[in-house]
């Protein structure tokens, strides 16, 4: 997106009524030929000044950059930069309004261009969702030393989780995303307001993953989008994780070469290489406890009460160069079978 600083504040709409009379404007029309070619768009008595696609339209009230919000403020930006100017509202009830109205109408032909677009996509490929959020970059990302937010688009297709700069207008742009995650290598996790916040803006989320330990801070303009989004990746992460249904990782337990079978009928299991068996079985609701060093040591703490009627735990050390990934897996199949117990929260703003 063009960086537009502040341009021509607006009082109170996107429209402003003109000064002359319906009939003198078609007498200098006649005389002088059509002045813009948003003028017959217009009804009598009002002057278009901006006309912009809301299509996967981008809609703020922060100054941009920053995360200090603007006073009953907001303004659109099209996906070609071009932007509405800062439109200023008589109080905040009208300011809820506007933005309530324009993105919901921006959410409208977004689900009309996911449609679109799936009709040409295999089934694994479909998108579910997409949208805009804003991140959080470090200061030697921006010149300006009071930046510190960019816009990023948003989509989930199939079991990947894409980040772009710009939306992409065609499929040779579905490759330029500036990162690409297995929905089920991430975890989302949503920032307490109670705790100290890195910044001032409001409906923000954490989105790490297993790739180098990556953490995205984003945050969403409104609780409806917030929602949305998070509703979306919950609902892509059930579905990936039960069409994956299993997930093998290489690894030593006991000093033998193992697999640690993570599969979401089953649960946790761990197959012994050199016998061709299975050493332990335990479903996912017997794990108490898991820790990791972030590296190559895993812990797990499963409840047994048959085989350790004293305790009542058992521990398995495992190693495995994939730890991150395991952890990450380990939790998205939880967060999937927990989702699963609950088939009305699938049913929450539906996209398909």
Not at 40 to 55: E, M, S
Not at 128 to 142: A, C, D, K, M, Q
Request: aromatic letters at 10%.
């Amino acid at each position: 997106l063009d960086r537009l600083y502040e341009p021509n504040t607006w009082k109170s709409a996107l429209k402003t009524h003109s000064e002359n009379m319906p009939g003198e404007r078609s007498d200098r029309k006649q005389s002088e030929g059509v002045e813009s070619r948003f003028e017959d768009d217009a009804p009598d008595g009002w002057k278009t000044l901006a006309k912009i696609p809301l299509p996967m339209a981008f809609i703020t009230r922060y100054l941009w950059g920053t995360d200090k919000i603007r006073n009953n403020a907001f303004e659109v930006r099209a996906v070609d930069g071009t932007s509405t100017g800062i439109i200023h509202c008589e109080d905040k009830k009208a300011l809820d309004q506007w933005i309530k109205h324009i993105q919901n109408h921006i959410t409208s032909l977004n689900f009309k261009s996911i449609k679109m677009s799936n009709k040409y996509l295999h089934k694994s490929e479909q998108i579910t969702y997409i949208g805009w959020v804003s991140e959080r970059l470090p200061e030697e990302h921006f010149e300006d030393p009071k930046q510190r937010w960019e816009p990023r688009f948003i989509i989930l297709k199939g079991g990947e989780l894409c980040i772009f700069e710009s939306p992409p207008l065609n499929s040779e742009d579905l490759n330029k995303c500036v990162s690409l995650y297995k929905v089920y290598d991430t975890a989302f996790k949503v920032v307490e307001k109670v705790k100290p916040a890195l910044d001032k803006r409001d409906h923000a989320f954490w989105l790490e993953t297993s790739v180098n330990n990556i953490k995205h801070y984003m945050s969403t303009e409104t609780t409806q989008q917030f929602s949305q989004f998070e509703s979306a990746y919950h609902r892509c992460l059930h579905a990936t994780v039960y069409n994956l249904q299993t997930r093998t990782f290489a690894c030593s337990h006991e000093g033998r070469p193992c697999g640690l079978v993570l599969d979401i009928k089953q649960g946790i299991s761990l197959y012994d290489i050199p016998t061709k068996r299975y050493t332990w079985q335990y479903r996912f609701s017997d794990l108490d406890s898991s820790t990791d060093d972030g590296k190559i040591l895993l812990r797990l703490v499963f409840r047994d009460d048959k085989n350790q009627p004293n305790s009542g735990v058992i521990t398995k050390d495992i190693e495995s160069d994939e730890v991150l990934a395991i952890v990450y897996t380990m939790h998205a199949f939880f967060i999937a079978k927990i989702i699963a117990t609950d088939p009305d929260y699938l049913k929450t703003i539906p996209l398909t």
